[in-house]
């Protein structure tokens, strides 16, 4: 008897936990075998308090696999487009065939663009205003506002990194002690982690596994190096440093980090498998900058005042310095490895070394005092402070006496123009890695130069944010794992929709019906009751903030209402996307939520309350005027 009644104790547990586990709704399951060529496409929620039908608004993850069924070779780097349009043309009302409408959404036609488009890719900017901008190139055509969303931040970034399949962006905020943690698959701020110091550098481990945040601070104990798991964006280890400004450098076997403390003038080597500090290195000078150059297993260290370059072994036993001239800057390495660059903004040079003799090869003269460098295959984008020329220096050029460098202009501002510039670099390569984006904060714009042209070809306004950094992330499909790809999208609108899928090696068009519901109706009984605390009607102007304030119906009564999360979706009245601010609960006052940001456009605005469950609530509306300073416009 005690074994049967044990053994039904077991069996109800078993069902409680598989009831609480239970999977998220999975909306599309589907295997498709076209020309030699099986596909997985599967469309699914992201938990699973989600509809039982796709909603309009909704995020849901889309996954996609493949193989070739000759050999049952997977697919990996496979260059697979999506897009997600209405059934039927807008234009002619008809439906076109799947050919027909993959073939319109290769050709380019900005008219015909469809709802969702998986193939490109977002510009992201750092502003000044503690945000993030998010903007499609593909709309900044016609006056239409390139300006997707808008990120806020608990204040201004000065570093930042993200993963190399575009999942994770990691923000420093020195001023605020925090890091910013970003979804770039939602486009949204995950967390901010408190840490004891400034964090002012951020290096990703070479698995990107572990994130080194470099501290620092007034108070001597701050400094250190914080390390963040990025699976699960949990601080695991900190490291106490003498004190100084942090760079960080790894070994080619990610085995070492080699960690520079300017102000103490030392270095620290910590073993990267225990996360302990192995070896403290007097070095009787300042550290600017360092790098591992794995050809030779030595660390590079700039000694910027008297115009050395230090090597050192893993070990941290110095082997010999190079003698260049005082006044250096940061050092990178060319991608093939074979060149390392130094900028000497005092001196207005930059020194190119060969990394087999160790010897200065180059000293390229360019005016406006050069302080950052980046390299496409083709080229190095050398930043001046001075002036808004880009020197753009031929790599395939060095081989030969004399390199060639020509000079183009990103907008009309120099960067000196701009005080408290970040840590973070100006210049980013477009998706294809054939052209760069500048952001020029004094012009609060970011152009595109694409190789081979003598000016850049276009611009980007960021619309009242000013950018202080620029970064281009992938939009769409992502290969997670060897031959998987998945992203993360919102639902654009309710009908009946079509998923088109489209690769060119191996040639496939495919085309997949969905039926999307409109929103979910939130005035349901089960739905939690919302009421605004502020005003229902706001007037305020582009220079001042607006504050929002509301509170959750039987909360502060202590009733367990799962009403974990608030955000707020601020849609202009005269349309464009829109934008999602997250609220914060009131720790002083039970069941009451509030957000204070700026609307940096003028006209109206809709806000809607959105949560993790339904939520009964009315709309609140602002009126935004233009500012009466014009500069804030």
């Known amino acids: 008897m005690r074994w049967l009644v044990l053994a039904c104790v077991v069996l109800q547990l078993l069902f409680v936990a598989v009831a609480q586990a239970a999977p998220p709704p999975r909306y599309v399951d589907r295997t498709i075998e076209r020309e030699g060529v099986q596909l997985n496409v599967r469309i699914e929620a992201l938990d699973e308090t989600a509809p039982a039908v796709l909603q309009a608004g909704q995020l849901v993850r889309l996954s996609l696999d493949g193989k070739r069924l000759a050999d049952d070779q997977i697919l990996s780097n496979w260059r697979i487009g999506a897009w997600l349009?209405?059934?039927?043309?807008?234009?002619?009302?008809?439906v076109p065939v799947c050919g027909q409408r993959v073939a319109r959404y290769l050709s380019g036609n900005l008219i015909e663009r469809p709802l969702l488009d998986l193939t490109g890719y977002y510009v992201l900017s750092l502003d000044a205003e503690s945000s993030i901008s998010v903007l499609d190139p593909s709309v900044s055509f016609s006056g239409r506002s390139s300006l997707y969303s808008a990120m806020k931040l608990d204040g201004k970034g000065f570093d930042w990194v993200k993963t190399s399949d575009d999942v994770r962006l990691f923000v420093a905020l020195p001023n605020e002690k925090k890091l910013a943690i970003v979804d770039l698959q939602t486009l949204s701020v995950l967390d901010h982690l408190v840490l004891q110091g400034q964090p002012t550098r951020l290096v990703l481990q070479p698995d990107e596994r572990l994130l080194w945040v470099g501290l620092t601070g007034t108070d001597p104990q701050e400094s250190a190096v914080e390390i963040i798991d990025?699976?699960?964006?949990?601080?695991?280890?900190?490291?106490?440093?003498?004190?100084?400004?942090?760079?960080?450098?790894?070994?080619?076997?990610?085995?070492?980090?080699?960690?520079s403390n300017r102000q103490s003038k030392s270095m620290t080597i910590v073993d990267a498998t225990t996360l302990k500090a192995v070896r403290e290195v007097d070095l009787s000078f300042e550290p600017l900058g360092l790098v591992f150059v794995d050809k030779q297993s030595l660390l590079w260290v700039v000694n910027a005042k008297a115009g050395r370059i230090h090597r050192f072994d893993t070990q941290g036993n110095p082997v010999d310095n190079l003698v260049l001239e005082p006044g250096l800057g940061p050092i990178k390495l060319t991608l093939d490895a074979r060149y390392a660059m130094v900028v000497n903004p005092h001196q207005h040079w930059v020194h190119v070394l060969d990394i087999e003799t160790g010897k200065e090869k180059h000293r390229v003269t360019l005016s406006g005092?050069?302080?950052?460098?980046?390299?496409?295959?083709?080229?190095?984008?050398?930043?001046?402070?001075?002036?808004?020329?880009?020197?753009?220096?031929?790599?395939?050029?060095?081989?030969?006496?004399?390199?060639?460098?020509?000079?183009?202009?990103?907008?009309?501002?120099?960067?000196?123009?701009?005080?408290?510039?970040?840590?973070?670099?100006?210049?980013?390569?477009?998706?294809?890695?054939?052209?760069?984006?500048?952001?020029?904060?004094?012009?609060?714009?970011?152009?595109?130069?694409?190789?081979?042209?003598?000016?850049?070809?276009?611009?980007?306004?960021?619309?009242?944010?000013?950018?202080?950094?620029?970064?281009?992330?992938?939009?769409?499909?992502?290969?997670?794992?060897?031959?998987?790809?998945?992203?993360?999208?919102?639902?654009?609108?309710?009908?009946?929709?079509v998923l088109a899928l489209a690769s060119e090696a191996p040639v496939l068009r495919e085309c997949l019906g969905l039926k999307i519901d409109t929103t979910i109706n939130t005035s349901s009984d089960d739905a939690t009751a919302v009421h605004w605390l502020s005003d229902g009607i706001q007037k305020t102007s582009t220079d001042l903030p607006v504050d929002f304030r509301v509170k959750v119906e039987g909360q502060a009564e202590g009733k367990l209402l799962p009403v974990s999360q608030l955000r707020l979706r601020i849609v202009p009245a005269q349309g464009g996307t829109s934008t999602v601010w997250s609220m914060r609960a009131d720790p002083q006052k039970p069941g009451e939520w509030f957000i204070s940001g700026k609307l940096t456009q003028s006209g109206g605005y809709y806000v809607h309350i959105e949560g993790n469950r339904p939520l009964k609530s009315t709309f609140s509306t602002v009126l935004v005027e233009k500012s009466k300073n014009p500069t804030e416009n």
């Open 369 to 497: 005092q050069p302080y950052d460098i980046l390299f496409s295959e083709k080229y190095a984008y050398i930043r001046t402070l001075q002036s808004e020329q880009i020197g753009m220096l031929s790599l395939s050029s060095l081989d030969s006496e004399q390199p060639i460098v020509k000079l183009v202009p990103a907008g009309a501002g120099a960067l000196l123009e701009t005080q408290d510039l970040p840590r973070a670099s100006s210049m980013s390569l477009t998706l294809d890695r054939s052209g760069a984006f500048f952001a020029t904060p004094s012009e609060r714009m970011l152009y595109h130069y694409m190789e081979g042209m003598n000016a850049p070809n276009s611009g980007l306004k960021t619309f009242g944010h000013t950018p202080m950094s620029v970064l281009v992330v992938q939009r769409g499909l992502r290969e997670i794992k060897s031959g998987q790809y998945s992203t993360v999208i919102r639902l654009p609108s309710a009908g009946r929709m």
């Open 85 to 94: 349009d209405r059934e039927t043309d807008t234009m002619s009302g008809a």
């Open 230 to 259: 990025t699976i699960n964006d949990k601080s695991i280890a900190r490291i106490s440093l003498p004190y100084g400004y942090h760079e960080i450098a790894f070994s080619s076997d990610g085995r070492h980090a080699f960690i």
